[in-house]
């Protein structure tokens, strides 16, 4: 929740508030109007099976290993204060019943990974001021002015952090730069309300229409979820807001055309404020960070959706007259 103290703080006071950024890419331009510097943030409550981004869902730094980078100097080997580090078969090991994944609260950084050359180890989560993240997009500046970018906060779940959101994102606005964030519907909606007014464009995922599937593949209460962007639709009205619906077309999960159907159902009936729906096929991209996190993936069977079935899809949701994008 977004405190007092923070929501009447003077433009100068808001420079300090912090937060917990995963990544920042630039030039990005699926994820709003123009060009784009997307700002990852950590931390989410849902844990989708078939989740991208799975370094963002601790709210906490973490140290990350990626095998293929390693190069065996061993430089990492005597780091790690615990002995957790070890090398055998040719390759390096972590135990991670010895590894304390917090060892970086005690020093601000993980030992392992400062003489890692490579990057094969390095930290996913680092602490950065509103002023530091702002002055990373304003650098783009001329970029957002040419094509209408600008920046667009996502994760995670932005929501998670809900004070360090809102300030950034009014800065960014009394400064002139387009505001997108990319939500699950997860936060509380007193916080929506109050960071709405800074934001020109908001993605809302809606993974299904179907409650229960909802949570056994989010972990997230469908009813609360399905609720939550009804309100939404409702709110970013009020605030002129644009308001796109974002839908992950997984295989097994939501891919049959009575599926979508029933997710044009609910649209039409719930979010009459929205300005379009976006299908984003399932992809394979975030695999490999399972290993590097030491996290179980649970879709290695499933293959992402043919164009075909893609464009099928969108011809449905076309023919129950609901406006349809491409960003
Ligand atoms: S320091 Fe980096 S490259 Fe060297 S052994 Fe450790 S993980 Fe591999
Ligand atoms: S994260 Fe910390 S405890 Fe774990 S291997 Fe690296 S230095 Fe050791």
Request: glycine letters at 8%; hydrophobic letters at 35%; one cysteine or more.
């Amino acid at each position: 929740m977004i405190r007092e103290k923070i929501l009447k703080a003077l433009p100068k006071q808001l420079e300090g508030v912090s937060g917990t950024v995963t990544e920042i890419e630039r030039y990005a331009i699926h994820d709003g109007p123009g060009i784009r510097t997307l700002l990852f943030l950590k931390g989410c409550p849902l844990r989708c099976k078939w989740c991208c981004n799975p370094e963002t869902q601790q709210g906490y730094a973490e140290m990350v290993f990626l095998e293929e980078k390693c190069i065996e100097c061993g430089r990492c080997l005597n780091a790690c204060p615990y002995g957790a580090i070890a090398h055998s078969n040719e390759k390096m090991t972590v135990n991670k019943s010895v590894c304390k994944k917090n060892c970086f609260g005690k020093t601000q950084h993980f030992p392992c990974t400062v003489n890692c050359y490579t990057k094969a180890r390095q930290v996913a989560g680092e602490l950065m001021t509103v002023s530091q993240a702002f002055m990373e997009i304003s650098r783009d500046t001329s970029f957002y002015e040419a094509t209408g970018g600008g920046v667009t906060v996502s994760g995670g779940e932005p929501m998670m952090q809900p004070e360090f959101v809102y300030a950034l994102l009014r800065t960014c606005k009394e400064n002139w730069i387009n505001t997108a964030m990319e939500t699950s519907a997860s936060g509380s909606l007193k916080d929506y309300e109050e960071i709405l007014p800074y934001l020109d464009v908001l993605f809302v995922d809606l993974k299904t229409a179907k409650p229960l599937l909802y949570k056994e593949w989010t972990k997230y209460d469908g009813n609360e979820a399905l609720a939550v962007i009804h309100k939404l639709s409702e709110i970013a009205g009020k605030y002129a807001t644009e308001m796109y619906i974002r839908v992950p077309v997984i295989p097994g999960f939501n891919d049959t055309q009575q599926d979508i159907r029933k997710i044009g159902c609910f649209i039409k009936e719930k979010c009459r404020g929205f300005k379009g729906i976006e299908l984003l096929p399932y992809h394979k991209l975030g695999r490999g960070k399972y290993k590097s996190l030491g996290l179980n993936y649970e879709l290695n069977n499933i293959e992402p959706p043919s164009e075909e079935c893609m464009d099928k899809y969108y011809e449905i949701l076309l023919n129950m007259g609901i406006n349809v994008c491409k960003f």
